[in-house]
Structures are given as structure tokens and as C-alpha cells.
Nanobody, 123 residues
Framework: QVQLVESGGGLVQAGGSLRLSCKAS????????MGWYRQAPGKQRELVTT???????NYADSVKGRFTISRDSIKNTVYLQMNSLKPEDTAVYYC?????????????????WGQGTQVTVSS
């Protein structure tokens, strides 16, 4: 089995910064794309940013220039550096990692998710 553990969320004032981490552990053979989604109260989950195995990145327009995704493939970890935070960034942030791993019965490719970490930005 593969588990993703997130850390780094919290309460910050507008204009501040936070860094989220998401580490995958388990019987992992390889990783491919990684990314972050978020879900604000009363809203649908939205894609924030992704990073491919080769390091190419994409960002939602709402976070471009403020958020930076990075990865450490040796540590199976993805990071999200969030700067110039705004109250509208308040949400639960979820990470994912596309893995090739042992799922308990065979080796396969699948996408486990983190448990979510709360980010609250006060005005």
C-alpha cells in the first residue's frame, strides 16, 4: 500500500507564506506526475498546480506568480511554496502522486491522495 502524508498547513495573515509538503511512502517503484488540489467551503475541488516527472509545471491562473510547486523524486515528496497569500486561498489542500507501486496484490499504476491540510488566510 501507498500512503501520502501532508504537512505544513496552518493559519497565516494575508501577504504571508506557507510551505506544504506531501511525502509518499510504501512499496513504490516509480513516481510520475504530482500535484495539489484545494477545496474551499461550499465550493468544488479545484486543481491548483501539477508537476510532471520531467519537472514541467502548470498552475491555475489564480495562483500564478505566487505559488511554486517542486519535487524531490528521491524522497517521493512534493512541495508547494505559497507566497503572497490571500483570504481566497483559504481551503483544504490535497496532494496526489501518480505511482507505480504494489497495491497489496500486484504492481500497478494508481493515484493515491493525501489526507488534506487546512490553510487559512486571515484578512
Amino acid at each position: 500500500q501507498v500512503q501520502l502524508v501532508e504537512s505544513g498547513g496552518g493559519l497565516v495573515q494575508a501577504g504571508g507564506s506557507l510551505r506544504l509538503s506531501c511525502k509518499a511512502s510504501g512499496s513504490i517503484f516509480s513516481t510520475n506526475a504530482m500535484g495539489w488540489y484545494r477545496q474551499a467551503p461550499g465550493k468544488q475541488r479545484e486543481l491548483v498546480t501539477t508537476i510532471t516527472g520531467g519537472g514541467s509545471t502548470n498552475y491555475a491562473d489564480s495562483v500564478k506568480g505566487r505559488f511554486t510547486i517542486s519535487r524531490d523524486s528521491i524522497k517521493n515528496t512534493v512541495y508547494l511554496q505559497m507566497n503572497s497569500l490571500k483570504p481566497e486561498d483559504t481551503a483544504v489542500y490535497y496532494c496526489y502522486v501518480d505511482v507505480e507501486a504494489f497495491d497489496g496484490s500486484r504492481w500497478s499504476r494508481f493515484r493515491p491522495w493525501g489526507q488534506g491540510t487546512q490553510v487559512t488566510v486571515s484578512s
